[in-house]
């Protein structure tokens, strides 16, 4: 229990955002922790750049913050803060809140083989870097085929057009994807609904997070799935709900709790 006459907690909030910019930017949007904890002492450092945010980070430790609430999440191929910052708050050896080194990026492949041990079901697939791999993929799969970026983080050029039907259409996207990012993740292509689930660490029993009300989408009126487009540009008309089956809501958190665990993440994912 914290006594009433403890000082406040001071956060350091680490973010790519400028959260104080009045107009905010039309086209994003604030994720922003502080209402929800408004007791703490806030302070936010808006990181830029992978090596000067190192810089930046490390002279903000020495300010002796109680707590680093990080949310800066660029991946390897961007010039965006991202496991830089994790590494230096490891090496520092100083409290924060957020992903860790050791499940910082983890690739489609490793989340593939976790779900693999697991037992949850996840679609067949090939890793595609030459014309080679992009055959196999046409003799071994069944169509309709997903071509994405081999990480595949936040949507990064999904399109209509990846999901492709026929072996003259993956050759295209395959191509596309492979002189952008050097590999494909070619996969099967699931048709469905499409569903989320939030899950945080827990403190008292790691090897049982707690998991939230799983929420199901709602695409666009003529989308049938979650691509860059429907993600960040005609977003006003994704719609997300609880998911109403409660055994699915179940099984949902069930297998989300045990792969967050085999994965090693920690905090929230």
Request: hydrophobic share 40%.
């Amino acid at each position: 229990m914290t006594d009433l006459n403890d000082p406040p907690l001071r956060i350091c909030l680490l973010t790519t955002q400028n959260l104080d910019a009045d107009p905010f930017p039309e086209d994003d949007w604030p994720c922003d922790p502080r209402p929800f904890m408004p007791e703490a002492e806030w302070h936010v450092a808006t990181l830029k750049g992978k090596k000067g945010s190192v810089r930046q980070v490390e002279r903000l430790i020495r300010r002796g913050f109680d707590l680093f609430f990080n949310l800066c999440d660029g991946a390897a191929d961007q010039n965006i803060p991202g496991i830089e910052v994790i590494e230096t708050l490891e090496k520092h050896g100083v409290p924060f809140a957020g992903a860790t080194s050791e499940c910082y990026e983890p690739t489609r492949v490793e989340m593939k083989e976790a779900c693999a041990a697991l037992g949850i079901a996840t679609p067949a697939y090939v890793v595609a870097s030459t014309p080679e791999d992009v055959e196999r993929a046409a003799e071994t799969l069944r169509f309709p085929l997903f071509v994405k970026h081999y990480s595949s983080y936040a949507s990064v050029d999904l399109s209509r057009r990846s999901r492709v039907r026929t072996p003259a259409g993956l050759r295209i996207q395959a191509k596309k994807i492979m002189s952008r990012h050097g590999a494909a993740l070619i996969e099967e292509y699931i048709d469905g609904i499409e569903c989320t689930v939030l899950v945080a660490e827990n403190p008292d029993d790691p090897a049982r997070p707690i998991t939230y009300t799983p929420a199901q989408y709602e695409f666009p009126k003529g989308e049938e799935f979650k691509h860059a487009d429907v993600k960040w540009v005609i977003y006003e008309g994704l719609k997300s709900f609880p998911v109403k089956d409660p055994v699915l809501a179940a099984r949902l958190r069930d297998e989300c709790a045990r792969f967050f665990v085999a994965l090693k993440a920690a905090s929230f994912g």
